[in-house]
């Protein structure tokens, strides 16, 4: 899908959602940035089927042993208005300023950003800025899709078939962002770091893989909007959005349908889960 059409995708939800406008405008500044932004600065990934299908059988994510080359330089776009979002919520603002010297010395790369096990940028970044995990995974998810899916846009058909069966993305190793549920009944979830979407059992833990049916129960919300809903672990206490698409076959993208339905990481919020991306939510709550 072209960045455009997802700034379209944007547009309409704003419209079916318009008392979202203000609060979520700084994603629409992010959708611009991305669409604006050449998928020509970076060179695809061009691996074979079976080169990723082994690494993928062996459970490493395809970014973990291949990284793009791109300079700092041509990233400074997608990171600008990241980073201006971020100086408006009043908090950090030394650390940002840190950050922003750093990337100019080519102290930080865009490598920096990149997922690891476990979280999202490099714990080496953080500690050389002084921003917060939620912070430095904001600006990763701010400025890396456009970079990753075109460098993953070769190698996206081969996960056919593959024996990727994890809760991290099978392309890059980020988390999940969301979750549809397919016209057959299948759970794919989906990556805002790249773009990529993976089947994944309904009945597991995208984040630590319990099966206990006891531990997984779904939240919705009070005004109940058919066909959405929320995905939760008491054993971890993370969770997941989710569409049926069964039900609610004109939404959006994930990533729309994501960043458009902050009442519903409200609800997690306040009933104590968490998710890997943060949210403006937890962004703009007092530290």
Known sequence: MSYARLRDEWNDLLERRPTFREPLAPYGKILDAWAQWCGDRVAPLRWSAEDCRERWRRGDPLLAAAVPSIRPEEMEDLLAPAIEFLVTIGREETALARFAEAWDRGDVSPAALFPEKGRIGSAAVQERSGLSQEFVAFLAHASLRPILESYFADCRPHLTDSPWN????????????????????????????????????????????????????????????????????????????????????????????????????????????????????QLEEPA
Do not use: M
């Open 166 to 281: 994890l809760g991290v993305c099978p392309f890059c190793g980020g988390p999940p962002g969301f979750a549809d549920l397919l016209e057959g009944g299948q759970r794919r979830l989906a990556c805002h770091l790249c773009g990529a979407g993976w089947t994944f059992p309904r009945l597991e833990c995208a984040y630590c893989g319990g099966r206990n049916a006891k531990d997984l129960a779904v939240l919705r919300a009070e005004e109940q909007e058919e066909g959405y809903s929320i995905s939760t672990c008491k054993a971890c206490n993370g969770y997941v959005k989710e569409v049926d698409r069964r039900l609610r076959w004109n939404a959006g993208s994930a990533l729309v349908e994501d960043w458009g339905s902050p009442h519903l990481d409200l609800i997690a919020h306040r009933a104590g889960y968490w998710r890997a991306i943060p949210t403006l939510i």
